[in-house]
Structure formats: structure tokens, C-alpha cells
């Protein structure tokens, strides 16, 4: 059984730092690309990330580009997500999803599995 589990969320001042994991298990990890996807209160998905299976190559919404950094441990079977200079609208709950980067992702369900989530807040 595929499961993903996503922490590292939590409030967070403007301009401040937070790095979220996601623990991968019931695949073999590191033959799939990796995304990061995200939903703010009252709005609709968005693909924040997306990573090659080795960690190669990675891709950013222009939303994040140059603030978010993609990585990957293999070993570790862990995806990692590095948000720097976070704003406000940086606000909302963050999943990691399993499967190619469906950048134009409406749900969830685009992907091939998906974690619970983690909530991450950027407020002073």
C-alpha cells in the first residue's frame, strides 16, 4: 500500500523559513517523479513542484521560483520541500503527490497517490 506522509508545517512569520518532508513507503520511491501541490482556504489546487526520480531535474511554479527548492533523498525514501522568504500567500495546506508533474492538477486525484497533508501558515 502506497503511503505518503507529509510534516514540517506550521506557522511561520513573513520572510521566515520552513522545510517540509514527505516519508514515502510501499514503492519503490526513487523510480517515480515526485511533486509538491498545495490548496489555500477557499481556492483551488495548485502544483507548486515537481522533481525527476533521481533528483536531477525540478520544476517550479513562477509563484515559488527562487524562494521554494525540490529535493530528494532516495536512500531515505524522502521528499523534501525547502520554502524560503515564505509571504502570506504562501498560506495553505501542502501535499506531496506521487506520479508526473500535472502542473495544470485540479485535485488530488490527477495524481497516482497523494499524503494527508500539512498546514502551513505565514502570518506575523
Known amino acids: 500500500e502506497v503511503q505518503l506522509v507529509e510534516s514540517g508545517g506550521g506557522l511561520v512569520q513573513p520572510g521566515g523559513s520552513l522545510r517540509l518532508s514527505c516519508a514515502a513507503s510501499?514503492?519503490?520511491?526513487?523510480?517515480?517523479?515526485m511533486n509538491w501541490v498545495r490548496q489555500a482556504p477557499g481556492k483551488g489546487l495548485e502544483w507548486v513542484s515537481g522533481?525527476?526520480?533521481?533528483?536531477?531535474?525540478?520544476s517550479y511554479a513562477d509563484s515559488v521560483k527562487g524562494r521554494f527548492t525540490i529535493s530528494r533523498d532516495n536512500a531515505k525514501n524522502t521528499l523534501y520541500l525547502q520554502m524560503n522568504s515564505l509571504k502570506p500567500e504562501d498560506t495553505a495546506v501542502y501535499y506531496c503527490?506521487?506520479?508526473?508533474?500535472?502542473?495544470?492538477?485540479?485535485?488530488?486525484?490527477?495524481?497516482?497517490?497523494w499524503g494527508q497533508g500539512t498546514q502551513v501558515t505565514v502570518s506575523s
Open positions: 503527490a506521487k506520479g508526473g508533474w500535472i502542473t495544470s492538477a485540479t485535485t488530488l486525484s490527477d495524481f497516482d497517490s
Open positions: 510501499g514503492f519503490t520511491f526513487s523510480m517515480y517523479r
Open positions: 522533481i525527476s526520480s533521481g533528483g536531477g531535474t525540478t
